[in-house]
């Protein structure tokens, strides 16, 4: 089995996403990896702010969890992370305008995914 979210619903329905941002995660077609949409944030312009998404997953094996991520922040100060059941697994910054896909090993249960 395996979950898959394209984002090509157009919007946050497929999964049970819970968007932590006032700063608008959405469903945009600006640009995508594959297929037409993608999720990205909206521009963040005040210092000491976070902007979080998060989904809970039921992952019936064990496995690994990857998705493409590209992006522009600030270098040293902004910074796009990946936390998998709240142990960080990805932490970036700078500009890295192709497109990169990160892949963490995760194993069955209940898993939380926070970007």
Known sequence: MEIDEGFETGDLSGLPWVNGSPYGWQVSSTSAHGGTWSMRNGNVNLTSTTATISVTAEVPYDTQVCFWWRGSSESGWDYFRFYLDGA????????????????????????????
């Open 88 to 115: 960080q697994q990805l932490s970036v910054s700078g500009t890295y305008s192709a497109w990169t896909q990160s892949c963490t090993p995760v194993s069955a249960g209940s898993r939380l995914l926070r970007f």
